[in-house]
């Protein structure tokens, strides 16, 4: 171990650790007594390295329930700025599709309920993973296409851009606006699976819904995103007039 005041030490050594994937995110670091033990320390520098790790935001520590990873500390994989429209098409730009199915197929009832669409009602159904130029996937998506627009399909599956600009390029559609919701939720099995990450790890989900000017549904996705390598970015400035 390097040399320096002993918690720093010990501090650095388990952050090497957590990003190595050691210890993932959401797995409980060794108790202080643990470490006490496993880096021959006293009870006094194992709290304070483990402080260390809270400071930079590491780790979360609740009393009776133990020290739990939240973050590795790594600069997430892709950036999503946040802004218009123009900022969520980029993502599609810079990302590609790995596509695994596509299929004509009624809305169960959850999934109306995430569009606010009949029980169902017919569309076509892309699913894969989105991923960028390198590195691990950054998403597992589902993609809704309105059932009229279905014959798009086969040049859906090799359009390298946002699929909005598709149904614009060939058709008379245009979208007028887009609702997006972000929540917090643990991947599933499956998720787990198609992302190479860990069930229940933290993780995004965006749902993205797309209206014609006429405000009928054109286009949705829901994506989740493992905590870990997408982030929202935003700039604020100040308004001229602001005290």
């Known amino acids: ?13 388990l952050k090497n650790a957590i990003q190595a994937g050691r210890h993932p995110v959401g797995s409980m670091l060794p108790t202080e007594v643990e470490l006490c033990r496993l880096y021959d320390i ?17 780790i979360a520590r609740r009393r009776g329930a133990g ?20 900022a969520l098409l980029q993502y599609a730009r ?21 569009l606010g669409r009949p029980v169902g009602e017919a569309w076509l159904v892309i699913s894969g993973v989105r991923r960028a ?18 014959d798009l399909g086969p040049e859906l599956l090799e ?17 007028a606006r887009v609702e997006q919701h ?4 643990p991947t599933t099995a499956e998720q787990a699976r198609q992302l190479k990450a860990r069930v229940g790890q933290p993780a995004l989900r965006t749902v993205r819904r ?5 405000d009928r549904l054109v286009l949705a996705s829901d994506s989740i995103h493992p905590g870990d390598r997408f982030v929202y970015a935003q700039n604020y400035r100040r308004d001229s007039g602001g005290g």
């Open 42 to 58: 006293s009870r006094h520098t194992a709290r304070d390295a483990l402080r260390r790790l809270r400071d930079e935001g590491l």
């Open 182 to 185: 972000i929540t917090a939720v």
């Open 159 to 175: 359009w390298p851009r946002a699929f909005s600009e598709l149904i614009e390029a060939r058709t008379d559609v245009r979208v």
């Open 1 to 13: 171990m390097s040399t320096g005041p002993r918690y720093l030490a010990v501090a650095r050594d």
């Open 67 to 86: 020290t739990t990873v939240i973050a590795t500390g790594a600069t997430p994989v892709f950036a999503q700025p946040l802004g218009g429209l123009d």
């Open 94 to 114: 810079d990302t590609r599709l790995e596509l695994h199915g596509v299929e004509l197929d009624t809305l169960g009832e959850e999934e109306a309920g995430d």
């Open 133 to 150: 130029a390198a590195g691990p996937p950054l998403a597992a998506t589902r993609v809704y296409v309105r059932a009229d627009l279905a």
């Open 210 to 214: 797309y209206f014609d000017a006429h």
